[in-house]
């Protein structure tokens, strides 16, 4: 399906609502025309209550949450980051753009990553990992996190295909310490193209926010940021 089969008089008032108030179509400044419209800033506050989390930030898309959550959490050259085999090929993508390693580990019957061979693919040079919950079904949460906490690992969740899912009663994408999601035509939820990052630790969210926008400081909520790595970025 193309999309539109899901867009109705709601999302049509949304739109048209924004440029009643001014039509500013920029996700933050121009404060003064567009009459305290922000629908990017509401959408965040509503998707992080939602998952019970402090922090959300809208992204371009599922594959961009990916590579903001790598860079946010420092993993670069010479970092290894452990994934599963059997996944979207955006998951390996945003490790290879942030020119890490991506070393792929086995599926359980889960169809998700194996927590124990995710410990034998565990070296001195792993930095990160990230489960992807496929088809929207839980991999073993409860273990990996464990492995990971063990291992001093950076955990993130690839949540495109599991948003509004939950293990234990715990949302999916926050379990871990940074969770992503995707909201292209095909996903649960859908604004045409999009995703969404959410974390729990402010100061990972500062720095995601100021290195989604090209290094952009103009968002109020993000301190200028002395470590160059966070002030290079890309849209």
């Known amino acids: 399906m193309p999309g539109y089969e899901v867009i109705g008089s709601e999302e049509l008032a949304e739109v ?3 440029f009643a108030q001014g039509g500013v179509l920029f996700r933050h400044s121009f404060d003064g025309l567009r009459n305290n419209c922000y629908k990017v800033r509401q959408f965040e506050q509503e998707f992080a209550d939602q998952m019970g989390v402090k922090y959300a930030l809208a992204v371009t898309s599922g594959t961009a949450a990916l590579r903001v959550a790598l860079a946010a959490l420092d993993i670069g050259h010479g970092d290894e980051v452990i994934t599963q085999s059997f996944t979207f ?18 599926i359980d019957t889960t169809l998700n990553l194996d927590p124990d061979d995710l410990r034998r693919r565990i070296t001195p040079r792993t930095k990160a990992v990230i489960v992807v919950h496929m088809l929207g079904t839980p991999a073993r949460l409860a273990e990996i996190t464990e492995i990971c906490r063990q291992n ?4 993130i969740e690839d949540t495109a295909w599991g948003c509004g899912g939950n293990l234990q009663g715990t949302p999916l994408g926050t379990w871990g310490d940074i969770g992503t999601f995707s909201f ?13 990052v959410v974390f729990r630790d402010e100061a990972v969210w500062k720095k995601a926010a100021a290195w989604h926008d090209h290094g952009h400081e103009n968002n109020p909520a993000v301190p200028r940021w002395e470590d160059t790595r966070a002030s290079s970025g890309f849209n």
């Open 16 to 18: 048209q609502d924004v």
């Open 89 to 106: 090929v955006a998951t390996v993508e945003g490790i290879i753009e942030s020119r890490a390693t991506p070393v792929c580990a086995e």
């Open 184 to 196: 292209d035509f095909a996903k649960t939820m859908t604004t045409g193209e999009g995703g969404m």
């Open 152 to 155: 001093k690992l950076m955990l």
